[in-house]
């Protein structure tokens, strides 16, 4: 066996993932590819998935991923030849318990949203489909008639061969010892059986990505946790054609298979297995069967199932799966290496990601950009927090025993915090702070009032912090509030370049002069939205970028990679070295005058500048910048000095009643004011002009920047989408978003993000309006609006203006 000494791409990884990646590199790029896989095909963990195939997820995006892997294994055997063992049986999903139910009736209208087809039945219906389940606790089901099920080897397999068609080349028993570098980039791979070189490299080992990540120099943060399911011997009366069923209540599931079950589950107890490396020779391998560990789902599959009581056992299989800490998968271009893709933690739902993930990986390998909004599987949503295995272990098995439990909306994670902390989390802990966690770090989502608990107690309706949230935001609306920000990430770009490179990367204007603020946005090639941030200039040739705490790794990446070649640049992450205040409400100004000698008049400190101010001995960037729609500043102050700050704008502004306030509350106010929030209301999908912020879009100069080609293409044509607001006046409607949007009856889009607007008193929504023909005011106005909500049709007004302020006098005065 002897490598070839060169490929477009070098694929590590044989399993399902792997091979579907190749395939499409192959069929859709014609790319030169070599697959290498240190064992043989399907050899880590695909031989040994259940096999089920779900498509509906909470993303649009994904579904579309998952959908089209349901595409592709339709039609697969008859391009290769190769049978998939691809059945349509459709799938039940099981409630008993109102809360549950209420999640399944918002799962059948995101379902309703993204195009799917989703039923919810009685407990009759279910009997009938499925005759030999016990539906006596039950308060109904879903049904989605196009999920499935298939063979995970007979599915890699046909990939492979698919692959080999268009000319893919496939080494088996070779593994990957490391890599040779240049620059951040990798030009050769090495191997046991030679040196091959490479443009792109893309990670598909599985539970070895982490490892192989790990010679190039980038975290992979996945945990191996054991999986078990059973194979049992026959059951009399079990329909061949039975759906597969998913019993979240009781943590397991089901599957026909050869006229037995396939059952399993995940239990809130998982059993991780190493921190450390898969061993290498791992391959075609199980752990031990452990029925003491599983008789948690062998009592309630009994219960749901009787006639599992009286079958035998044909098989147990307990195999390692790769888990990750959010229980989304991974895929994209690794930040700390310019050409390693990655595709790898599937969560044990990789035969049904497998298809759609190699698609997208990849058009992203080729393309350098991902095909559509990926945010929630893109490896950049992690940080340098994800190095640390045991964190990672300890929440990828608290990811894992969510598996089944009820999505109640906002709910935290608990594992590993505190992490990160604010020099302030003291001081706001024993003011009430009810603490949330982004990126690692500890951030006030609402304030107890005294003599409550301070904790979430999640439901389905509104939560606990509903009333105390709304007391904060009228503050912030009346008087003046202050948020810790310190979580912000942020960056400065220097240089003699710095302007130029800059005015490249951003749609926006920022060649302003030193002591002015941009928002702006980052485009893609296809004029989508990859980012949404504030520069301000300090100087000639520096400048302070303020971005999301979720999207540091991301935009720094971003940014990084657009940096014009040879230009006279440096971009530095200085986040831990600021923390940041928000001053905000219509006192702000009164209280900021009195902690600094500097004039912070309207005149002299007007919206948009920055200046530096200083409070309490310490040098304050101060940015006059607004998210909640009133007078204020991004108080940007050196790490260490943020609790004298705070501390000195809290003393000052007694008289004003200052207080803090918290991530709920700043929420609810950026709704009223029709602020987007990047990964939801805007995303790489949409542009500026269909998001409604083409005003932030230098085209008026004859600047060239990053995505302005594919907006002038699309200028002359009528846009098919529309942002847009809605609000709904019962108030007992909870808004979470993906609500579907009818005009005059029809669906036309669904809710990128939903709240409550407490100084409107209505339930606030947002998202496009779709129509082929076009969208323009004429048509947004001319329609009747509903919006559907946990499958129950309400009305609602349209709004194109912002619903607080629209004039922005506020943030001006």
């Not at 089920?52 to 649009?60: D, P, T």
């Not at 030999?132 to 039950?138: A, E």
């Not at 009810?434 to 770090?441: D, I, R």
């Not at 309006?769 to 048509?779: I, L, P």
């Amino acid at each position: 066996m002897t490598l070839p000494a060169h490929a477009r791409v070098v694929v590590i990884g044989g399993g399902i993932i792997g091979c579907s990646t190749a395939y499409h590199l192959a069929r859709d790029h014609k790319a030169e590819v070599v697959v290498i896989e240190q064992g043989q095909i399907t050899s880590g963990s695909t031989w040994h998935a259940a096999g089920l195939v779900g498509q509906l997820r909470a993303s649009a995006s994904i579904t579309k991923v998952l959908k089209y892997s349901v595409d592709l294994y339709k039609g697969l055997a008859a391009e290769t030849g190769l049978d998939t063992g691809w059945k349509m049986s459709g799938c039940l999903r099981l409630a008993t318990n109102a809360d549950r139910w209420t999640e399944f009736r918002r799962l059948a209208t995101t379902a309703r949203s993204f195009g799917m087809e989703m039923h919810l039945i009685s407990p009759q219906e279910v009997q009938r489909m499925w005759p030999l389940m016990d539906v006596s606790d039950l308060v109904g089901a879903s049904w989605l008639p196009t999920d499935g099920q298939a063979s995970p080897s007979d599915i890699t397999q046909s990939l492979a061969k698919g692959a080999r068609m268009h000319g893919a080349r496939f080494f088996e028993g070779v593994r990957v010892t490391g890599f040779r570098m240049d620059r951040g980039r990798i030009t050769h791979v090495e191997t046991t059986a030679g040196t091959i070189g490479c443009e792109t490299v893309v990670n598909c080992a599985g539970q070895w990505a982490r490892p192989v990540g790990a010679m190039a120099g980038i975290t992979v943060p996945l945990q191996p946790v054991r999986h078990q399911y059973i194979v049992t011997e026959r059951i009399e009366g079990l329909s061949p054609d039975a759906p597969t069923i998913r019993d979240p209540d009781r943590r397991t599931y089901f599957k026909e298979e050869v006229g037995g079950l396939v059952m399993g589950g995940y239990e809130p107890d998982p059993q991780p297995w190493t921190t450390g490396d898969v061993p290498d020779d791992w391959q075609f391998r199980l752990f031990d069967d452990d029925y003491d560990h599983f008789e948690q789902h062998m009592t309630q599959a009994i219960a749901r199932v009787p006639a599992l009581a009286q079958v035998g056992v044909k098989q147990m299989i307990n195999g390692a799966e790769s888990f990750t800490p959010d229980g989304n998968f991974i895929l994209g271009r690794a930040p700390e290496c310019a050409n390693m893709y990655v595709g790898a933690g599937f969560n044990a739902f990789g035969i049904a990601s497998g298809g759609g993930a190699g698609w997208v990986l990849a058009e992203w390998a080729m393309t350098g950009e991902a095909p559509l909004d990926l945010w929630v599987v893109d490896i950049r949503r992690f940080s340098g927090l994800h190095a640390d295995r045991d964190w990672v272990c300890a929440r990828t098995c608290e990811a894992y025993g969510k598996h089944y439990t009820i999505a109640f909306p906002h709910e935290e994670y608990e594992s590993g915090r505190p992490r990160i902390v604010s020099p302030l989390y003291a001081r706001l802990q024993a003011a009430g702070a009810v603490f949330g966690s982004k990126l690692g770090w500890e951030r006030p989502n609402w304030f107890a009032p005294a003599g409550t608990a301070a904790r979430d107690i999640y439901s389905m309706g509104r939560q606990n912090w509903f009333a105390p949230v709304g007391a904060e935001h009228a503050h912030v609306r009346e008087a003046v509030g202050i948020f810790d920000q310190s979580s912000f990430a942020k960056y400065e770009v220097t240089g003699r370049d710095a302007g130029r490179a800059l005015d490249w990367i951003c749609a926006g204007n920022v060649a302003k002069p030193p002591g002015r603020v941009t928002y702006t946005q980052l485009l893609n090639s296809r004029g989508g939205i990859e980012a949404d941030l504030t520069v301000a200039r300090l100087a000639d040739d520096r400048f302070y970028i303020v971005t999301g705490t979720g999207f540091r790794t991301h935009d720094l990446a971003w940014i990084r990679d657009h940096l014009p070649a040879g230009a006279d640049v440096a971009l530095e992450d200085v986040t831990e070295g600021w923390g940041t205040l928000s001053l905000m409400g219509p006192r702000a100004r009164d209280v900021l005058a009195k902690v600094t000698a500097a004039d912070v008049s309207n005149a002299a400190f007007p919206f948009g500048a920055v200046r530096e101010i200083a409070i309490a001995g310490t040098e304050v960037r101060a940015i006059r910048i607004t998210y909640v729609g009133e007078l204020g500043w991004e108080l940007h102050v050196p790490l260490g000095a943020t609790g004298a700050v705070y501390d000195a704008l809290m003393a000052a502004g007694a008289p004003e009643g200052i207080r803090p306030v918290g991530y709920r509350a700043l929420e609810s106010l950026r709704l009223e004011k029709g602020y987007r929030a990047w990964s939801s209301d805007i995303t790489p999908n949409d542009t500026p002009f269909e998001a409604g912020l083409g005003w932030a879009v230098k085209m008026g100069s004859s600047t060239p920047f990053m995505g302005r080609a594919a907006l002038q293409a699309a200028a002359g044509r009528p846009l098919q989408k529309r942002f847009a607001g809605f609000t709904l006046a019962d108030p007992s409607v909870v808004l979470v978003g993906r609500e579907t949007i009818l005009r005059d009856g029809a669906p036309v889009g669904y809710l990128t993000s939903g709240g409550f607007g407490y100084t409107l008193g209505r339930n606030i929504g947002y998202g496009y309006v779709r129509n082929a023909e076009g969208v323009d005011d004429a048509f947004l106005h001319a329609g009747r609006y509903e919006l559907v909500v946990a499958a129950e049709v309400h009305p609602a007004e349209i709004a194109l203006a912002p619903l607080h302020d629209p004039q922005g006098a506020r943030i001006r005065a």
